[in-house]
């Protein structure tokens, strides 16, 4: 599976953005999707995710209420939608593929992943 993010810019506090991660090469319809973020100088962490059942997971507290993630397997895509968006959501985010059998404590963490995407910058302005 090949991973493609795309949406990243530049925004101001407040505003919104909406990155889209496209599939290829497989069908991701099996497969639970995970967006990550990397803000400079920290580790990668769980931004939230999504089952191949469509259930959302690991949403972190600090975007619960402003990020929605959601999917399209008819398009072999999964968005998250960030809104309110803050300074400190700064970050290169990325999308993740991980098999349909891992378990939920897998797939908080990037080892629960198999295949990921190159990765888009988002830069929240004060």
């Known amino acids: 599976v090949q991973l493609q993010a795309s949406g990243g810019g530049l925004v101001q506090a407040g505003g919104s953005l909406r990155l889209s991660c496209a599939a290829s090469g497989r069908t991701i319809s099996t497969y639970n999707m995970g967006w990550f973020r990397q803000a400079s100088g920290k580790e990668r962490e769980l931004v939230g995710g999504?089952?191949?059942?469509?259930?959302?997971?690991g949403m972190d507290s600090s975007v619960k209420g402003r990020f929605t993630i959601s999917r399209d397997n008819a398009k072999n895509t999964v968005d998250l939608q960030m809104n309110r968006l803050k300074p400190e959501d700064t970050a290169v985010y990325y999308c993740?593929?991980?098999?349909?059998?891992?378990?939920?404590?897998?797939?908080?963490?990037?080892?629960?992943?198999?295949?990921w995407g190159q990765g888009t910058q988002v830069t929240v302005s004060s």
């Open positions: 993740a593929a991980g098999s349909k059998s891992k378990i939920l404590s897998t797939l908080l963490g990037p080892n629960g992943y198999h295949y």
């Open positions: 999504i089952r191949w059942s469509a259930n959302t997971y």
